[in-house]
């Protein structure tokens, strides 16, 4: 077999393989995979909307991809693909509408600079418990809590984030910067909610760490209907475990967070 001839064999076989490939069942375990092996958010998406879909949408499920690296355009082309009508459209909802410049900032993330550098945070849904406090006698309360004793993402140093506030919203009741007790379980929580003979809803005083809120003079990056904020805490972090949340489950955040929950973005600081 000549080389013209073997080369027209490869690109046969490759077309073959390529069409198989498309037709097959993906499952949460191929994108795990795909996640594993350094794959683009991309081409993770037309993964999903290319192949015969067989996810697990259930919310351990995408807490559990979620931790593996999926990215929230991933778990949206995940969340559509299995609905009838709407996977086609998968792409067009994970991406950046065209007026949006490819540099502009992604409401569903929030951005960290430390020391001139940039990074970006991704969110994490938590875990809920009720308990009775003091046997009781403390009435009950609820908490948001979050797995593992530290998270991933450590810091040195006083943090500031760029966060994308809805215009609909004021800055100071769309975000909380809490610090995260550990508990002997190999968990961090923050207590959401509780009392005696009322209750209240809100993350306790006592572990709300005070923030400076500030509009970007430059929002020229901002996203249509959101406008970009400097968050700062007030005095420098003591060490430990933190989490800014975003209230996505309470405030209406058009077309970003498909989630009915609060985001939380956590970090410890070492």
Do not use: C
């Not at 995940?78 to 067009?92: D, F, M, N, Q, V």
């Not at 065209?98 to 409401?107: I, L, R």
């Not at 593992?148 to 910067?177: C, D, H, M, W």
């Amino acid at each position: 077999m000549n080389k013209v001839s073997r080369l027209f064999a490869g690109i046969l076989s490759s077309a073959f393989i390529a069409q198989a490939a498309l037709a097959a069942t993906v499952t949460n375990a191929d994108i795990i995979k795909l996640l594993g092996a350094g794959m683009p958010e991309e081409v993770v998406v037309e993964a999903i909307e290319a192949g015969t879909p067989k996810f697990d949408t259930s919310a351990n499920a995408l807490i559990a991809l979620k931790a593996k690296g999926a990215t929230p355009a991933i778990l949206k082309a995940i969340l559509a693909a299995g609905k009838p009508g709407e996977k086609a459209s998968t792409a067009s909802r994970a991406k950046p509408s065209s007026s949006s410049s490819s540099s502009s900032y992604n409401p569903e993330e929030i951005t960290l600079n430390l020391d001139g550098q940039s990074s970006t945070m991704q969110y994490i849904i938590p875990q809920t418990r009720t308990a009775a406090r003091a046997l009781g006698f403390g009435g009950m309360a609820t908490y948001a809590t979050l797995s593992g004793e530290k998270a991933q993402r450590r810091i040195v140093g006083n943090p500031e984030f760029i966060v994308s506030v809805p215009k609909n919203a004021q800055a100071n009741n769309y975000l909380t910067l809490a610090n995260f007790a550990v508990r002997n379980n190999g968990t961090r929580e923050v207590m959401t909610g509780g009392g005696y003979m009322s209750y209240s809803s809100g993350i306790n005083k006592s572990r709300v760490v005070p923030v400076t809120t500030e509009p970007l003079a430059d929002q020229s990056a901002a996203r249509e209907g959101f406008i970009l904020h400097k968050i700062t805490p007030v005095s420098p972090i003591a060490k430990g475990e933190y989490a800014l949340v975003l209230y996505t489950g309470e405030m209406r955040t058009a077309g970003f967070f498909a989630q009915a929950s609060n985001s939380y973005f956590d970090f410890g600081v070492d």
